[in-house]
């Protein structure tokens, strides 16, 4: 690793120190010791134990369920960090919570993705890295540096591998009409055609009509989204492509598995052959599935934050 004249620290809070440790094993160096606990009441304590002077510390922190708590922690490292005179901190955010409240939807309601902007900067981030942003306006939010890194390479390279580039008999899938971009993308670089499960309700109070465009008949399908939470529109989106498009099997992946609720079973329950995830939220048990797969995204991080250390460009990591 180069050196320029600061030294490295990664700490990690309490919500994936499992990434935290695959990152810093793969930089050549040790997770930083803290400690975070909280007291009787609830509240949260952080102990640091080894000095950040002038060092260029990262911190790792998905903000997943316990949402709240995640953040807070996220929030009082930065700020001993900052009051302990680290040189620089970077809040290493692989899934940013709230960042599905990004605009006004309706009267009255609040844009939490920037609440959570404002909180991170005031409390003394000096930057962000994190990886598919929900809306990737977000970015916009801050007025300190953001690298939303893309998952997607790592599933391109996936399927690649698993069923080769550009199979004729496979198509990229969105699974409703706003995540069409994203799902774009990713078929472009697998060489596959795109369709659209475009749902609507004819009118109030009816069963939500599902129609494919797009042929999919007697295709394998991948269904590409960023998040998976109940997976309400993921497995009803793979059972209008078999039932209405006459797909021939449906795989499904996303960046992160926040799979709240129902969300297990119903996976369990549906056509999807195969559940493809990254690890930036917490793996769960695998006896809970056979069908949820995890790959890993500590090497990109790893590349991310030691291209940042050593003010190198990481566009790189985009392409």
């Known amino acids: 690793m180069i050196s320029h004249g600061k030294d490295i620290k990664v700490f990690s809070g309490n919500s994936n120190p499992k990434l935290a440790e695959e990152i810093c094993k793969l930089m050549g160096t040790k997770l930083s010791e803290a400690e ?13 134990y080894e000095t950040v002077r002038g060092s260029d510390v990262f911190v790792v922190q998905s903000t997943c ?9 996220l929030l009082i490292m930065i700020d001993a960090l900052k009051r302990a005179s680290a040189g620089r901190i970077t809040a290493v955010i692989p899934y940013y919570g709230y960042a599905r409240q990004d605009r006004k939807a309706k009267a009255r309601d609040p844009i939490t993705a920037k609440l959570v902007a404002n909180m991170l900067t005031a409390a003394g981030a000096d930057r962000v890295l994190t990886m598919d942003l929900h809306a990737s306006q977000i970015q916009g939010f801050f007025d300190i540096p953001v ?33 069409v971009a994203r799902a774009r993308a990713f078929a472009q670089k697998l060489h596959m ?40 529109s993921l497995c009803n989106a793979a059972k209008a492509l078999v039932e209405v498009g006459g797909a021939k099997s449906v795989h499904a992946c996303a960046s992160h598995g926040v799979l709240s609720g129902p969300a297990i079973d119903r996976i369990n329950d549906s056509v999807i052959t195969e559940l493809a995830l990254l690890d930036t ?11 949820i797969k995890y790959l890993p995204v500590a090497p990109m991080f790893a590349e991310a934050i030691e291209r940042i250390y050593q003010e190198v460009s990481i566009s790189k990591l985009f392409r």
């Open 36 to 48: 975070v606990g909280t007291f009787s009441d609830g509240e949260i304590f952080v102990s640091l």
């Open 281 to 291: 939220i917490p793996a769960i048990d695998p006896k809970k599935s056979s069908k």
């Open 65 to 73: 369920t316990p949402v709240n708590n995640n953040l807070m922690e």
């Open 193 to 232: 055609n795109l369709a659209i499960v475009d749902k609507r309700r004819q009118k109030a109070n009816s069963c939500e009509v599902m129609n494919v465009i797009g042929d999919v008949r007697d295709k394998d399908c991948i269904l590409f989204d960023d998040m998976v939470d109940t997976g309400g």
């Open 147 to 179: 690298d939303n890194l893309a998952g997607n390479p790592i599933f391109v390279d996936y399927y690649a591998k698993k069923f080769g580039e550009g199979c004729e008999n496979m198509m990229v899938v969105s699974p409703d009409v706003g995540s």
